[in-house]
């Protein structure tokens, strides 16, 4: 596409906002004016693009009718305050902060429910789920045809950066104490994080569910299309910086051929199947990259009608960013 398109991105200083910008240079998105926006407190700092320091204003004194897209990277109450008055000034939003109702902006991954674009109507609003939502629909979309599902059990280990820029500073800051047997006095999270695991990621409702896990079950029933199926989902913290894992049961309504998922997986668009026998890790594979790798593909032990196996993928990067950036290709040959 010849036309370039204005682009702003709110949250710009945070982990999601810069790696948008550096995939918005990576895939050649036509940007023409880039507008980077964050809070009173980020304005001023710089983020790299293209060769140039590209400076960051305060989002809000910026005027939405600059430009045509606009990428909300920081928390649900910055998506709350400004997503209006961009949508009011014609320009498509792309929210990652899961802040808008599911009725203005639903959930979209490429890879599962692109036609769903079609039939929004301008100004778009359009909401990326959470990394885990994004990681596990792309494994199942491609096995509709093949299995019944019935309940999903998903056990998702959340890398620190599910926090943002503070979590991974902190879980640097601690394991830095504690190698160097200094005192431990936890900032972010309410105990000791390195080299520990966390039982819970967030603060759990009267029924002891975390918002996490409750976003988790909406957003996979919504993007699979599936709203009765039935989700049990635990979230946990675990000591590592980048790539949430997640360890998943499927039950079906009848036997599994395990091959014929293996095939299918092997085949889909954004998945990365791992050999049996061996097996992927956040570090040793998905980190920087922007597939969705599977491994340890199996059958139950007991049960010919269950399905298990191992999902991990770059929550920044494949899960928020380039899912982002994905849905604005896929817009941008209307919203010029």
Not at 17 to 46: M, Y
Not at 51 to 75: L, P, Q, W
Not at 274 to 279: E, R, T
């Amino acid at each position: 596409m010849s036309q370039s398109i204005d682009i702003a991105v709110i949250g710009a200083t945070g982990t999601v906002g810069e790696t948008i910008v550096q995939i918005l240079e990576e895939r050649d998105f036509p940007v023409g004016d880039l507008h980077l926006l964050a809070s009173a407190e980020s304005a001023g700092s710089s983020v790299a693009y293209r060769g140039k320091n590209v400076r960051v204003r305060e989002v809000d004194a910026f005027d939405f009718n600059k430009v045509k897209i606009a990428f909300f990277a920081a928390g649900p109450a910055v998506t709350r305050s400004y997503a209006a008055r961009a949508t009011a000034a014609g320009c498509a939003v792309i929210d990652l902060s899961g802040g808008l109702p599911v009725e203005q902006a639903p959930n979209v991954v490429p890879e599962v429910n692109a036609p769903l674009l079609a039939r929004l109507t301008k100004p778009y609003q359009v909401a990326c789920p959470s990394p885990a939502a994004a990681a596990l629909s792309v494994v199942l979309a491609p096995l509709h045809a093949l299995i019944d599902v019935q309940r999903i059990s998903v056990t998702a280990c959340m890398a620190v950066s599910s926090l943002g820029r503070e979590g991974v500073t902190e879980l640097a800051r601690q394991t830095a104490e504690l190698l160097n047997v200094r005192p431990l006095e936890p900032k972010v999270f309410d105990r000791q994080m390195a080299f520990n695991v966390l039982a819970q990621v967030g603060t759990p409702d009267a029924q002891g569910h975390v918002p996490l896990e409750k976003r988790l079950v909406a957003e996979l029933r919504e993007l699979l299309s599936l709203p009765l199926i039935k989700v049990g989902v635990t979230c946990i913290q675990v000591p590592v910086f980048f790539g949430d894992s997640l360890s998943v049961s499927v039950q079906t309504s009848a036997s599994v051929d395990v091959a014929a998922v293996a095939a299918a997986l092997d085949a889909a668009q954004g998945i990365e199947l791992v050999d049996a026998g061996d097996y992927p890790t956040p570090v040793g594979d998905a980190v920087g990259q922007d597939a969705v790798y599977v491994g340890r593909l199996r059958g139950g032990i007991d049960d010919a009608c269950e399905l298990n196996f191992w999902v991990t993928s770059d929550n920044v990067r494949k899960g928020a960013a380039l899912n982002a950036v994905q849905v604005a290709e896929l817009l941008i040959k209307d919203v010029v």
